[in-house]
């Protein structure tokens, strides 16, 4: 591709997969809030499928908003809006409301403030019963962590410390402290989870 538009070859693996759980849990109608959307890959796929939602992707970096933007314009899509800066740790948030959110592979390519950070703006912004859809690998304590995670864990921490693969259990207990109750864990293909959190 010659122009803006970035490409993450796990995001084409994966859509799919997130996309049958999204169907389940996401309204029929509303606005739905992306964090950290990366190459925008996802959002303009989920938007293509699900055209009674409208999709607000976001991301806090510059370049990344630029390849967000060249896929929304490449897909013609009208129920995608333009892709805004959003630092998940750094309220207040640009968006005052949305009726769901998704957030695709942050919590461990971010320091746990972000994570913080994403559960106070989401209980901000999201109504009573509106979803919080995560996905990622974790780790569990019941479960033993597959090698390639462990690896995938300790190539992250080699990049920075304050990155790296986090317990489920530490996630669900922010997650309560911050108003919501955890819906379901969906196993997904390559050893990721989708979790689904919603407000109480």
Known sequence: MTDDRRSAPAAL????????????VLPAHGLVLEIASGTGEHVVHFARHLPGLAFQPSDPDAGARESIQAWITESGLGNVRA?????AAAPPWPVTAADAMVCINMIHISPWRSTEGLFAGAAAVLPAGAPLVLYGPYRRHDVPTAPSNEEFDASLRARDPAWGLRQLDDVAALAEQSGFALDRVVEMPANNLTVVFRER
């Open 83 to 87: 892709p805004i800066a959003l630092d």
């Open 13 to 24: 693996r994966n859509r799919d997969p997130i996309l049958a759980v999204l169907r389940e």
